[in-house]
């Protein structure tokens, strides 16, 4: 029997499946397509992490490197919902929540000392930040709006805040002494193995060995001197005072684990120097760093000595009202920008505020101009462009504007997101090298202490399968293309010669295929957009992330509403189903109020491809059939205002799974092309069409009172499940479909 895995993932989309995928396997099923579950949520994760540190039946195996195994292979094919990319505060309340729940776990060693506690942090460290996506991703990504959102969006447009030509709102980016500006790359000329070594006064240290790379691969090696960050995040705390703006860092410390927690604290450092200059020593002997965030310092002053606890909390008060005003998670709860480190992720922060008129909300609860300080200039330069042409032509509309799909470069840990092993802190001053196996030294940089040193890869194939899937989806959709590619960094001069090269082996006859630099590239795409015409961007793994955020939400007003498919290399079939940016936000709500906002149109879409890869490859018509009408259910859904609302007593995320479910069935029963599948849902349709009205009242019914779902990172299934599915109406249609 053909097969899809349905991840089991973390939020709000994970308790959305204990909702959707009943009604999954109830329909798939009639096509003779099984449906499976492999849990890689965090706290699933952190569990397969001490499988043999277990009992046998808390023991539940290893099912992301099953998954990455998986995914090298025709057979392949995988539903991923979003997950959490955890930071350390994040993994450690995920720990907390399991030893509470019995599990016999160690707490997270901040810093090891014995083998025990070393092993404990390598286990822990290998759940943290991105541990996911780089592990499935065997292919490159292929990201658009299905027509049936776009024409969505251009008769429902969403809100977008107007702009002023006057607004102060400004990107601040270091531009010298950065990851982009130091960058060194090479195209190896062989498979060889390499070496990472700091050569310093006390003599060489290894910090990385036996690195094997393939022919054809490019190493980039980058440092960002920290001197030159803490000379800039210096001066751009002052400019934000000075223009009485918001201020505001916008960074990446999930998917960027090692380097951006980092540069967060430096951060926090900067905006309340006097705190850490005379406190800092014994905030560090209470374990409390600003890497973590300023809310885990104030959470853990307890720690020290009443006096020093009432003293530091005065400073930091002092320091934050004495410095400009800082841009707010939460206004009301105190919730800063620099609270948490994963609160504020570059990629949903930014898109949010260009389309909030260049606003974020102050700490008086009103929107205010900002200073947005996004330190490494690699990608900075994107979002200025975007800010520049709405402050000299206003805010886009959604009923006129053009589409930018994306074509991402991400298979096999491409580029920055693979640089989580090969980041390093500096301990102390000399030169690091990335040498050969022959000894030569391939690249070098003179370092400092505290400066953070990275290097990257991106293997031969996955860029030759991005430039081929770049050209068959120009050719698909007779849509320009543009290749993201800066020719003043390094890496990129190198992916700018290869992509050169490998264009010239496709047919690109008719095509309009250019490369320019990011700036230019995004100064294009907003003029086209503005005129209503679509253009492809091609990009690398992290502007891949920054603009599938970026143009869904102007465009969509979310980004969770993009088809993302992934096209296995070796022929299988991955498919994502949006960003999980709102989910934290999602599972409060429902804890409180028993409502859950969480939109699963990401997971339709996513699941119409599935099951139509799954068709072509296994040559199961049916499938298609269930593929196609599952889109014209998606389409009705969406013109029938059947998506989730906002507030109790409006639809919410379980009533928009039933009327998904009774539109497919009624499209299923309406169907020509399989004869018997219509007769099979004819009276599943009318069943749920009759009730439509009792299964509404006890979907609704249960709103507006506390849930229980027996855990964040962990849900308990029986509590959950009976949360997620509270109609017995509808849950007995179902049940009468897989008979």
């Known amino acids: 029997m053909a097969k899809i895995i349905y991840t089991l993932t973390d939020e709000a989309p994970m308790l959305a499946t204990y909702s959707f995928l009943p009604v999954i396997e109830a329909f798939a099923g009639t096509a003779g397509v099984e449906v499976e579950t492999r849990d890689i949520s965090l706290g699933g994760r952190i569990i397969a992490a001490f499988d043999d540190r277990l009992p046998a039946e808390q023991r539940i195996g290893d099912a992301l490197s099953e998954l990455g195994q998986l995914a090298t292979t025709p057979e392949a094919n995988i539903i991923k919902l979003p997950n959490i990319s955890a930071s350390l505060p994040q993994l450690k309340a995920a720990i907390a929540e399991l030893q509470a729940q019995g599990y016999d776990l160690p707490d997270y060693p901040d810093e090891p000392a014995t083998d025990e506690e070393k092993d404990a942090r390598a286990r822990y460290d290998s759940v943290k930040g991105s541990a996911v996506n780089p592990v499935l991703r065997e292919g490159n ?20 805040g107007a702009w002023s030509s006057d607004s102060k709102t400004e990107v601040a980016t270091m531009g010298k002494d950065d990851f982009r500006s130091n960058e060194q790359s090479v195209v190896m000329p062989a ?14 240290t290894v910090l990385k060995e036996n690195l094997k790379v393939l022919e054809g691969e490019v190493v980039d090696a980058t440092v960002m001197r920290v001197a030159a960050l803490d000379a800039f995040l210096k001066e751009q705390v002052q400019r934000a005072k000075d223009a009485d703006v918001l201020f505001s860092v916008h960074l990446k410390a999930t998917m960027m684990k090692v380097s951006d927690p980092i540069i967060f604290g430096h951060v926090v450092r900067a905006f309340l120097p006097e705190v850490f200059e005379k406190y800092g020593t014994q905030l560090a002997a209470a374990g409390l760093s600003p890497n973590n965030g300023l809310g885990t310092i104030l959470g853990g002053l307890d720690k020290l000595p009443a006096d020093v606890r009432d003293e530091v909390r005065a400073a930091i008060e002092k320091g934050l009202a004495d410095g400009p005003r800082l841009a707010m998670v939460n206004s009301d709860k105190g919730i800063t920008n620099l609270h948490v480190p994963s609160d504020v992720i570059v990629d949903a922060s930014m898109p949010a505020m260009i389309r909030t008129s260049g606003h974020m909300w102050g700490p008086d609860g009103e929107e205010h101009d900002t200073l947005a300080v996004i330190p490494d200039s690699s990608y900075a330069g994107v979002y200025q462009a975007v800010i520049e042409d709405c402050r000299a032509h206003g805010a886009y509309d959604p009923t006129t504007m053009g589409s930018v799909p994306n ?55 996955p860029i030759r399968d991005w430039v081929k899937l770049a050209v068959t989806r120009a050719r698909a959709s007779q849509t320009p293309a543009v290749f993201w590619l800066d020719p003043e960094r390094a890496h990129d001069a190198n992916l700018i010669e290869l992509v050169k090269r490998y264009l010239a082996e496709h047919d690109t006859e008719g095509l309009d295929i250019q490369i320019l630099s990011p700036v230019e590239a995004a100064k294009l795409s907003v003029e086209r957009i503005r005129r209503g015409e679509d253009t492809i961007s091609v990009t690398g793994n ?42 934290p936000k999602h599972v409060q709500q429902l804890v409180q109020e028993n409502y859950l906002r969480w939109d699963s149109l990401g997971e339709f879409l996513a699941l119409a491809e599935s099951l139509r890869h799954m068709g072509t490859t296994t040559d199961n018509p049916r499938a298609i059939v269930l593929a196609d009408t599952l889109d014209r259910a998606t389409e009705r859904l969406l013109n029938e205002n059947k998506s989730p609302a906002r507030k109790v007593g409006q639809i919410d995320n379980r009533g928009s799974h039933f009327y998904l479910a009774m539109y497919w069935a009624d499209e299923l029963a309406k169907q020509t092309e399989d004869a018997e599948l219509a007769q099979a849902f004819t009276a599943v349709a009318e069943s749920l069409s009759s009730h439509e009205e009792a299964i509404n009242a006890e979907l609704i019914g249960v709103q507006g009172h506390p849930a229980d779902i027996g855990g964040y990172y962990r849900p308990d299934e029986e509590k959950a499940s009976a949360v997620m599915r509270p109609s017995k109406t509808f849950n007995e249609a179902l049940a009468s479909l897989r008979g």
């Open 407 to 461: 074509v991402g470069l991400m298979a096999q840990k491409a580029e920055e997101y693979g640089s989580h092993d090969k980041t390093f802190e500096m301990t102390e001053a000399g030169t690091v090298q990335v040498v050969n196996s022959a000894g030569d030294v391939l690249m070098e940089h003179d370092v400092q202490p505290g400066d953070i040193w990275r290097a990257c890869q991106t293997k031969d194939a």
């Open 141 to 160: 990504s292929d990201r658009r709006a299905p027509l049936a959102v776009k024409n969505y969006a251009r008769k429902h447009p969403h809100s977008m």
């Open 542 to 583: 992290v502007l891949r992330d920054y603009n599938t955020d970026l143009f869904p939400i102007l465009e969509l007003g979310t980004s969770a509403k993009m088809l993302s498919v992934v096209p296995l290399m070796n022929g299988g079939g991955l498919f994502e189903t949006g960003a999980g940016g709102s989910a």
């Open 191 to 204: 498979a060889d193995s390499l070496t990472i070594q700091l050569v310093g006064d006390s003599g060489t």
